[in-house]
């Protein structure tokens, strides 16, 4: 299993964001007004703030798992990261939404964030095992 890609270098009251599986390449090959909307969006939540689109994401019990939605020339793109794992903000996908019917996320795509969600709480866990070992040496 491919390591989530880790960006640390933030100052300290800013939460690092830890981009899980293919998210960060993902981000790169949207249109630049997405990526804006995007980056700007994750840079609220990583100050600890909501943006005004970020919207719970159904079926994840709760307002830990959040989704920006961008439109740019009739195409619709999304953005999925959770804020329920304390110190770091892990994205978890990036995707443009192919379905023209109904504005619900694909059951597919639903499945593929919670995957991802186990992979960034299994990475969290891991953290703080060697945040705690660091703290006793």
């Known amino acids: 299993m491919k390591r989530p890609q880790r960006h640390d270098k933030t100052a300290p009251d800013i939460k690092p964001l830890v ?19 995007f980056g700007f969006a994750l840079r609220v939540a990583q100050m600890g703030g909501k943006h005004p689109d970020a919207k719970p994401l159904k079926g994840f019990g709760g307002a830990g ?16 990261y959770t804020v329920r794992l304390e110190s770091r903000i892990y994205v978890l996908d990036v ?18 964030i919670k995957r991802r969600l186990k992979q960034a709480e299994q990475d969290h866990q891991d953290w703080i095992e060697i945040q705690t070992k660091e703290q006793q040496s």
């Not at 798992?65 to 999925?80: C, I, Q, S, W």
């Not at 379905?99 to 059951?107: E, L, M, V």
């Open 19 to 37: 981009w899980i599986a293919s998210s960060r390449d993902d981000i790169c090959e949207l249109p630049a007004d997405v990526r804006r909307v």
């Open 65 to 80: 798992v959040l989704e920006v939605v961008a439109n740019n020339d009739g195409d619709t793109f999304r953005a999925v």
């Open 95 to 112: 995707f443009q939404k192919k379905s023209k019917a109904g504005i619900a996320t694909p059951k597919h795509d639903l499945e593929r």
